[in-house]
């Protein structure tokens, strides 16, 4: 967690004055971490992690006040792919994110197509989740500055075509 905290800060010391943080949330660690980080760093911050539509234990844990265990879900985010959040992470999720957004896979791989074709950056499925929340309105963000947690650019290639052929345009 504490070095997973660091991708946080670093955005924040560039872009000190965000109003939003999202970052993919699977076992937990890459969340604790970025939300005490930016919870430090900047108080008022609201911390919101993104899931796959078909893995929502986090979500779902939340709503609950404990933690919920699903079957392994199905998705193209492989490295979301996580039945339950951390007992030592989830406390902290408690604690310092405000909400859970979720997306679908189809709006996972739009993202990551329109990420390669414009900004030239390969992020894998479950690191581009954050963006995919953006920029399918999965929260009303109109004027605030966002900043999002990418992670992973681990794809195969034929991977990536099968998404990228799957696009519709």
Partial sequence: MAGAGTAAAELLEEVP????LLVPVSGGGL???????AKHLRPEIAVYGVEPETGDDVAQSLAKGE???IPVPRTIADGLQVSCVGRL?????????SR????????????????????KVL????????????????????GRRVGVIWSGGNLDP???????????T
């Fill in 17 to 20: 004055d965000l109003d939003f």
């Fill in 31 to 37: 969340i604790a971490g970025s939300a005490t980080a």
């Fill in 67 to 69: 933690r919920v265990s």
């Fill in 89 to 97: 992470t989830f406390p902290i999720i408690q604690k310092t994110v």
């Fill in 100 to 119: 859970v957004l979720l997306v679908s896979d189809d709006e996972m791989i739009e993202t990551l197509s329109w990420t390669l074709e414009r900004m």
């Fill in 123 to 142: 992020v894998e499925p479950s690191g581009i989740a954050g963006a995919a929340a953006v920029r399918h309105r999965k929260a009303d963000f109109t």
């Fill in 158 to 168: 034929k991977r990536l075509a099968t998404f990228l052929g799957n696009v519709a």
